[in-house]
C-alpha cells in the first residue's frame, strides 16, 4: 500500500484503505478487488495488480460491496481520495512528505 509505511511506520498513524471498484459490481475491476482481498497476502496482491500485473482469480466470503457503499456514503468516487481525522477529504495522488504534513495539520 501506498502511505503504509510514511504514515504508519513514521508517525504511527493508522492507515485504513476501501475498496472502490469504479466500474461497479461483478465486473473485473471488482473482481480483481475480491481476488486481491482473498489472496493469502491481500496488501501485495492488490499492489500488483495495481500495477498492472495479472493475479489469480480468488473468491471467499467478503465485503467489498459494504466497502463500496462506505465510499458512496463518504462521497467518495475517485481513487485516490483519503478521509482525514478532521473529516477532509484530499482526493488525488500526494507524495508520502505531503501526506504526512496533512496529518500534522490536524
Known amino acids: 500500500p501506498l502511505y ?7 508517525y504511527k498513524r493508522q492507515v485504513r484503505y476501501v475498496m472502490l471498484p469504479r466500474a461497479g459490481i461483478n465486473t473485473r ?3 480483481k478487488a475480491v481476488s486481491a482481498l482473498c489472496s493469502e ?4 496482491t492488490m499492489t500488483l495488480a495495481m500495477m ?5 482469480t480468488k473468491n ?3 465485503n467489498v460491496n459494504q ?7 463518504l462521497n467518495i468516487t475517485a481513487t485516490p481520495t483519503i478521509l482525514l481525522p478532521d473529516g477532509s477529504l ?9 501526506l ?7
Open 4 to 10: 503504509s509505511s510514511a504514515a504508519s511506520d513514521v
Open 29 to 31: 475491476s471488482f473482481k
Open 41 to 44: 497476502t491481500p496488501n501485495s
Open 52 to 56: 498492472g500485473n495479472e493475479i489469480d
Open 60 to 62: 471467499c466470503s467478503n
Open 67 to 73: 466497502q463500496m457503499q462506505l465510499a458512496n456514503q
Open 90 to 98: 484530499t482526493v488525488g495522488y500526494i507524495t508520502a512528505d505531503q
Open 100 to 106: 504526512i504534513d496533512l496529518l500534522n495539520k490536524g
